[in-house]
């Protein structure tokens, strides 16, 4: 499956797919109702939904829109949430630390190995540093 849109847990931002959103069936509403959606503009919103060529047009774009709020919901549940607030500080946490780290294996024979959790599990370190 190719996500028309995700949000990204390490950035907080929300990826797009241009090509899925910019064109359905020679309508080139997509992105444009996508903006919309995103920024909750819906004064701008409904004339497009009204004014739609088709009702699979019309279908798609409440799937877009469905699919701009669901993600919106994931960027709340990640600030609002305890479960999104270890994850945020997490990632923080990694970015924060990853050039020191980084230098500790300039001096090392160990390859850097992704993802950096590869290091936690010492049966899965043994065979990876093996094979390489």
């Given at each position: ?50 004014n739609a ?63 950096l959790d ?15």
């Amino acid at each position: 499956m190719i996500p028309t849109l995700q949000l990204d847990p390490s950035t907080l931002a929300l990826w797009f797919n241009v090509d899925l959103l910019g064109s359905y069936r020679g309508e080139e509403r997509g992105l444009e109702l996508f903006t919309h959606a995103a920024n909750h503009d819906m004064n701008k919103v409904y004339p497009i939904l009204d004014n739609a060529a088709s009702d699979a047009h019309r279908s798609h774009y409440y799937e877009m829109l469905s699919a701009v709020w669901h993600e919106k919901r994931h960027f709340v549940d990640f600030l609002l949430t305890n479960s999104g607030a270890f994850q945020v500080r997490t990632y923080f946490s990694m970015y924060f630390n990853l050039p020191e780290g980084l230098k500790e294996f300039r001096n090392k024979e160990i390859p850097v190995l992704l993802p950096l959790d590869t290091y936690a599990d010492p049966v899965k370190l043994i065979a990876l540093v093996d094979i390489i």
